[in-house]
């Protein structure tokens, strides 16, 4: 028995496909628009699915660009600049000993004040009075006074505190009022991140 060609080997591999009719193809192009705008969006940014004709009558799946807008998220420590004449003013004392005099508004409290101006106070818990970790040491006991006392829940977080003083205060809790002004506060050398979750 003669051998087969090779030629004849390597077409029995070979998976032939059919070349349809175009009227075929644009009714099948159809159903399947049909189906991709009724399924669940691609998770492409920016693209939605369109299934498209090419040259040689072969469908293939192809991405248009979709007009999308988005708006500026407000990270957490965002602060508006107090209007002309109505400035308050707080000095933070950084663990270097630097101080930070800033002019703010009504309303702020010292944790958004200090994260706005890329002071080093953390916030682990985003101002929710859970942790430590934005606890300031107030320098002045006759500002200390003015603050309003804090709550059973401030107070459970302050325990938790490093370098707890008698005039300590969790930061998100310190809201500026003109009876603040002037006001003057330390940070501490150190924070421990523990919050109230961990002894849930």
């Given amino acids: 028995m003669m051998p087969r060609p090779r030629l004849a080997q390597g077409l029995r591999s070979l998976r032939l496909v059919p070349r349809l009719p175009s009227s075929c193809i644009a009714q099948q192009q159809a159903r399947c628009n049909s189906r ?5 969006r691609l998770a492409i940014p920016g693209c939605s699915p369109r299934l498209t004709t090419s040259r040689d009558s072969s469908l293939s799946l ?26 308050l003013y707080v000095t933070f004392i950084d663990k270097e000993g630097l101080e930070h005099k800033l002019a703010v508004s009504k309303g702020d409290n010292l944790l958004d004040i200090a994260q706005a101006h890329d ?12 942790c430590s970790t934005c606890h300031v040491i107030v320098t002045d006991e006759e500002f200390f006074d003015k603050i309003p006392a804090a709550d059973d829940d401030e107070n459970d ?30 940070l501490p050398s150190m924070t421990r991140n523990l919050q109230e979750s961990d002894f849930k």
Wanted: proline share 8%; aromatic share 4%; net charge negative.
């Fill in 36 to 40: 991709l705008s009724a399924a669940p």
């Fill in 62 to 87: 192809r991405f248009q660009p979709r007009l999308f807008s988005t708006s500026s998220a407000l990270s957490h420590g965002h602060v508006d600049p107090p209007k002309p004449g109505e400035e």
């Fill in 119 to 130: 002071l080093e106070m953390e916030g682990a818990c985003g101002g929710s009075c859970a």
């Fill in 157 to 186: 977080m302050l325990d938790l505190a490093f370098g707890l003083t008698e005039t300590s205060r969790l930061g998100c809790q310190v809201v500026m009022t003109p009876e603040l002004d002037g006001l003057r506060v330390k």
